[in-house]
T-cell receptor, first 110, second 119 residues
């Protein structure tokens, strides 16, 4: 069974601080996606990484796919209250299916 | 911008009652997914359709849950009878896979979800 464990589970920080969220698995994934979900809404795709070692930047967000394609990280620089939400990683497990991670709930305080 | 429509947004029911959720995916999307999400956790796949066919329903509790996508467009997820542990958000998503989209780098577009509370 493929599992994606995210850490930390909860994170509460002050505006302007930096943070990193981790997504780890014992399985290899051909690609991995990161989503953000706001309360009462569905997840929204932030990025897809497909190559081991790949780094993608989206404004203040930096995503990295591990060399072995078993793990990924999301780094946010100078967090803002608008970054508050549930962050989810999802690994492609074949047959057009993604397996979601356990989630990291982020709260950025003004 | 095209959206995945879900209804109802909220449903409160008593245990042992029947409940149904409806999803209308983005037009032309071949693949449709139903996920269940406990508050604060990651979504868990219940069932996946490719057009009107079920691709994966291995995590669907078939003694009480059923799902259909008769014409390969909209879909219904039913629970009968509902149990207290079924309280969760039920998310529908769709993607272009099966319509020429490449595997491994496709976008899942989610609806806003249907929140179920079983009393």
């Amino acid at each position: 069974t493929q599992l994606l464990e995210q850490s930390p589970q909860f994170l509460s920080i002050q505006e302007g601080e930096n943070l990193t969220v981790y997504c780890n698995s014992s399985s290899v994934f051909s690609s991995l996606q990161w989503y953000r979900q706001e309360p009462g809404e569905g997840p929204v795709l932030l990025v897809t990484v497909v190559t081991g070692g790949e780094v993608k930047k989206l404004k203040r967000l930096t995503f990295q796919f591990g060399d072995a394609r078993k793990d990924s990280s999301l780094h946010i620089t100078a967090a803002q209250p608008g970054d508050t939400g549930l962050y989810l990683c999802a690994g492609y497990s074949g047959t057009y299916k993604y397996i979601f991670g356990t989630g990291t709930r982020l709260k950025v305080l003004a | 911008e095209a959206e995945v429509a879900q209804s109802p947004r909220y449903k409160i029911t008593e245990k042992s009652q029947a409940v149904a959720f409806w999803c209308d995916p983005i037009s032309g999307h071949a693949t449709l997914y139903w996920y269940r999400q406990i508050l604060g956790q990651g979504p868990e796949l219940l069932v996946q359709f490719q057009d009107e066919s079920v691709v994966d329903d291995s995590q669907l509790p078939k003694d009480r849950f059923s799902a259909e996508r008769l014409k390969g467009v909209d879909s219904t997820l039913k629970i009968q009878p509902a149990e207290l542990g079924d309280s969760a958000m039920y998310l529908c998503a769709s993607s272009l896979w099966g319509r020429g989209g490449s595997s491994g780098a496709n976008v899942l577009t989610f609806g806003a979800g249907s929140r179920l509370t079983v009393l």
